[in-house]
Structure formats: C-alpha cells, structure tokens
C-alpha cells in the first residue's frame, strides 16, 4: 500500500490541521463525547421505568383495530346506549352419545357457580343456559358469560376465562369442556400477546449478538451496538408510552411488537455502516476522534437518508383507514427516528471512548491494508463487469419467474380457527360446538334500527340467507329502547369468521336498508371482519403508491438524478414480488397455513420497500462518491467492494430480527417475519449485489441523468472529492 498520508491526498481524505468537521465534531470531540455519553444516561434513566409501562398503555379492544367510519364501529358506539359493552365466553359441554344425568347435574352445578362470578369484569348474574342441542337426546350443553369489555377488558379477559375454567374443571371422563366463543379466543389472543415485548426483546437480542459477532469476530465490540440498540428501544418506548397517555396516541399488541423488531434491526444497520466507515478512517488517521469525525461526515448522510425513507414511508401508514394500520405508522416512525438518533449520537461517542481495542483481536492500525479490496464483493463486481447486461436480464428473469408464486397468495382474511400456531383450546371448543349448534353461535350479527320500523327489520333480517331465524332477538339484559331506536341480535349459520358469514352480512345489510325509515345498521364480529376486509382493500389501493413516491423523491434528492431512483425502484418492487411468489408457496406447501390476512401484502409491502431500500442507498451514495473520482464503471465496482461486506452483515441482522417474529403463537405475525426476512435476504444477496449492480454497470455514466455525471466519460473523474463533501452519503454538490 502506498504511503497512507500521500493516499489520503489523492482520495481528498487527509485530514485538515485543527479543522472541526462541523456536527460531528460536537458527537465524538474529546470533550463533547462525554456530554453526549452523560445526555443519555439521564435519558435512559428518566426513561426505562416509563418503557416498562408501555405494555399497559396498550389498547387491543375492537375499536383500536377497526376502521374509524365502518358500520360496524358506528354500531359498536350506539350498542353501549343499550347495554355496558361485554364479550361472550361459552362454555360447551359434549359427549359423543348424548349426555348422561350424571353430565347434567354437572352442568347445572357449574351454572350455580358462574352465576356467583363478579370478579375481572365476569357478568356472572347475567350468565345464560345451559342450552342445550335440538337432537332427541342432547349430546352437548352451552352456557353463555358476559364479560364487561371496558377500558380494561382487553387486560382481563385471560383472568376472566381462567376464572370460568376454574368453575367447570378440564374434560374427564368422556366429557369434554372447552370454553370458546368471542371471549375464549380473545382470551387466548391476549395469552398469545402477553409477553410479547420481552419474548422479541430477548430473541432478537440473540439474534443480534450471533450475528455481531459472526460480523466483527470481536466479543468486545458487539457490546456497543447492543448497548445503544436497547438504550434507543427503551426511550422509543416511553416517548411512545408518554404520546399514548397523553396525546391519544393508539398503541396495540401489533404495533408494540413491531416496534422492538424495527428498533433492532434498523438500529444495527446503521451501527453495520457505521463502524465500516469508521474502520476504514482509522486505517489512514492516527487520531481517532478526526476518524470518526470524518467517517461520521462521510457515512452520515447515507444513514440520515435511510432513516428518513423508513421514519416518511411508516408516517405514510396515517392515511390509512385500519386504525391497527394507521396506529403503526407513528410508533414505528418513532422508533425509528430514536434509533438513528441513538446511532449518530450515543454509538459514535461510545466508539471513541473505547479507544481502538474494542475491534480486539482484529484492530484497525494506521497504514493496514484495506481488506475490501481484495475481498469477495471486489472479485464479484469484477466479474459482473464482464457481461452486466447478461447478467441483470437473468436475474430479472429469476426473480420473474419466483413471483409467478403470487397465484398461491390467498390474502383473504385467517378465520379464528387457523389464526394460531397451535390449537389453543378455544379453537377445539369452536370445532365442538359447530358440530351440535349453528356455527355462528355466540358472535351474533347486531343491528340498530328505528323502534317503529322494528318488526319490518327483524322480518328483512329472517327472510335472509345464512341467518337463523329463530335466534334473532333482544339480548337478556339489554335496554328495549333508547332514543327511539333498539337493538337486536342474529345468529349465522356459518362460523363468524368465515368467508361465508361475510357474504351474509353484506346480503343484511342489502335487506335492512330496503326498509323504509328503518335507518338500520348491521355489526357485530362478522361484520366487522367483512369492514376490516374492505378497509385492508383500500389502504392496499393507497398507501402502496404513496411509500413508492416518498422513497422515490428521497432517491432523487439523494442522488440528484432521475434514471438512477427509478432503476431502484423497479428493483425493489421486483424484490417484492418474488418475495411474496416465495413466501406464499412456503405457506402453502411447507408450512401448511390456511391464508395469509388482508394487510399481509401491505405490510410486507411497507418493510420491504422502506427497509430493503436502505441497501440500494448505501450502496448507490457509494458509488456515486466513487463515480465523481474515478469515473462510473470503475466506481460501481469499488462502491461494491467497499459496502458489500457491511450490506450484507445488515442484511443478516435486520431478516434475523423479523425472523424473531416467528416465535410468536401467532400465524399472522410468523407469516410477516418470514416473508419480510426472505426479501431482505433477497435483497441484499441478488438485487443489490448482483441486479443493481449489474444495471449500472450496463447503464454506465447515464444513470446519473440529468446530473452532470452523466456526461462524464466513463472512467474519467470529474474531480477529486471534496475534504468537505459527504462520502459515503451524498457526495460533493458539484
């Protein structure tokens, strides 16, 4: 290598005597860095006792999920002038063969004990059966529990069925009990929940750390990402704690969960970044206060952009009509943003402390060689450069081809019974009791109408198909009249969750608004799936074109051009599309999951474009910084060499970290982890590395159009960089 001082001239890198490179210099200057390191000690202590507490602040009720204006959330709101809000628990009781006396004095023993039941908002007094099936001799008994679903509803529904199973014991001898309808499987949603902070908490921490050290080969270094991943997910947690108590700001189990994924894997990205940059400006100064200075300057504005395409492309999610969808976008924004601030700031300033050792045993002296030189992205870009456009047409062609998986995608909604990874016993008791009684029992339809049009209404609700008649009536307990308007219910006869059950609201509420003065509105859980589905369709329709625009405005500005943004951006929807094609066929034929719920596609979606982007942005500044020193094609190759390691150690992490996903009980969220980490690792792997760079190379010179790059002959600097320009960001302005 030649002589390091001499290097640095020519690369416009060497260091000016007693100059301070603006706000870097106020993170990792020898004094400053320990005000930074003392600012977030007081944050981290103000902060970690209200991060705990975001868990409480949580609200999983139905309204936090439903869209705003649906039907069924309007008659969510007029049905708490009738009656306190509750959520039926039943309890089912079944014997092949018919229940014996001994079965029924067993039943109405625990009828006598439930109705005793006041504690977790249980409505015991209130309780209704045993109802028995219709066949001569009976073979299964239901009872039905009211649990009042206020504010707290969400956090007590689990004590409150653990109460009732205390009552009716487990099945013995041939008798089976199980404790389903609306409130067992919200209770066993809740139980799926609970813990869900820690439980990703801990997983991706794992995840973290194995991929750290596989990284940096250094146990000593990993403990600063660590430190200041989990010193930024404490403060996005109270901030977003603080914005929920007191700013209206709706958080869910969702949301919460993705929030510690999100933190995590876009937090050790930019520390990834980050600390290659810094290497390499510790190999050509000896101070290390100016190398982090000047890799800070150089790398900053790559990871400010990145934070920016994600914290813009999240905030997108506010136009959405979901409430759980349009809940996510500021919390995971916040997140974000804390993570950034957290790695520009806290990360830099811990580096410098430690001093050099913390690479130990690999230390990055003065004037030791540059090992991305010689490394296996150096020989891969190389080799790329022989025939590019073979090269980006077949991978096109691949990736085309793994998104013809699409016509498995069955996006359509999980119905309660495939929602778990497991069989949780409210599922069981649901399959029990559609064998004995009409499926929709105890998640009826509910509609309001005018009191004077009653009878016009409940006759319009009979006459349709897939009601059973004779369940339409007034609920026990419930006012008959308020303000001229009443409240009755209906069973399905299809399970509430089913696709058919949807079919049959939509055909009520058909019948009910062809009543004259009725003004009859149709809710209730099957209802509100069929709003939720609808919702899920239209913010689909949105916000998938709105993130594409932000992050291709971002690109623009980025990189002061116009062919470039929209070579990335047919890159990542491609990546996408593949992504999805393979991740429906692994559901299908390897998994084994039922479908994949309405906003599947949205989310990963959202992930993919604003996470994967990232990559394309490191990588592309990159080039870009080599481009105007070098000329385009040789800059391509060199940007590659330079970032492909740390891209794709990011890459690792930020899949790992979605892969935690998949320790939840939950479909849903499995399905989201697994599709979001197989696109990053597509992403980072085929269509940054190998699509990307081989569309450049086969662009050359071009693709910085309408730039004055673009008319620089290929392999011709147009000057060297700027000591002040933004290296590994945005270069010069030039």
Sequence with gaps: MADVRSEDD???????????????????????????????LVIIVGTAPLAQKLTDAQDNDAQSWLPGSAESTQVLDLSKDFRPETLPAVVVYARDGGLTVADRARIAQDVRQIKALSDHGLRGDEARGPVFDKKVRASAAQIYVPVTMDEKGWERIAPAVDSIRDRTGESTGGLAIHITGPGGTSADFSEAFEGIDSTLLLSALGIVIVILLFTYRS???????????????????ALIYLLAQHAGLTVNGQSAGILTVLVFGAGTDYALLLVARYREELRRHDDRHEAMALALHRAGPAVVASGATVVLSMLVLLTADMNSTRGLGPVAAIGVAVALLAMLTLFPALLVIFGRWMFWPVIPHVGSPEPTERGVWARTGRRIAHRPRLVWAVTAVALAVCSLGLIQLKAAGISNADSFTDKPDSIVGQEVSAKYFPAGTGDPLV???????????????????????????????????????????????????????RDTVERVRDAVREVDGADAKVGGGPAALLDMDRATAHDNKLVIPLVLV????????????????????????????????????????????????????????????????DYNIFLTTRIREEAIRQGTRPGVVTGLAATGAVITSAGLVLAGTFAALGTL??????????????????????????????????????????????????????????????????????
Excluded at 10 to 39: E, F, I, M, N
Excluded at 222 to 236: D, E, M, Q
Excluded at 475 to 496: I, Q, Y
Excluded at 694 to 710: E, N, Q, T, Y
């Design 10 to 40: 020519v690369r416009g890198t060497a260091p000016v005597p007693g100059r301070r490179h603006g706000v870097a210099w106020l993170v990792c200057g020898r004094r400053s860095k320990w005000l930074v390191l003392l600012l977030w």
């Design 219 to 237: 146990p000593t270094l990993l403990l600063v990402p660590v430190l200041s991943v989990v010193a930024a997910l404490f403060t996005a947690q």
């Design 447 to 501: 509609i309001v109408a005018n009191s004077e049009r009653r009878g016009a209404v409940t006759r319009a609700v009979a006459r349709t198909d897939g009601v059973v008649a004779r369940s339409i009536g007034v609920p026990p307990n419930t006012a008959p009249e308020h303000a001229g308007r009443v409240l009755f219910e209906a069973t399905t006869s299809d399970p509430s969750d089913s696709r058919a059950a």
């Design 550 to 613: 932000v992050v291709l405005l971002i690109l623009g500005v980025l990189l002061r051009a116009l062919v470039a943004p929209l070579l990335l951006i047919g890159t990542v929807v491609l990546s996408f599309a593949a992504a999805l094609g393979v991740s429906a066929l692994a559901f299908r034929h390897l998994f084994d999951y039922a479908g994949e719920s309405t906003d599947f596609p949205l989310f990963v979606f959202v992930f993919l474009v604003a996470l994967g982007i």
């Design 665 to 734: 009980p939950m479909v849903a969220f499995a399905e989201i982890g697994f599709a979001v980490a197989l696109g990053v690792l597509l992403d980072t792997f085929v269509v940054r590395s190998v699509l990307v760079t081989a569309l450049f190379l086969d662009v050359g010179p071009r693709v910085w159009w309408p730039h004055a790059l673009a008319k620089a002959s290929d392999g011709a600097a147009i000057g060297p960089a700027s000591p002040t320009g933004t290296s590994g960001g945005a270069p010069d302005q030039r």
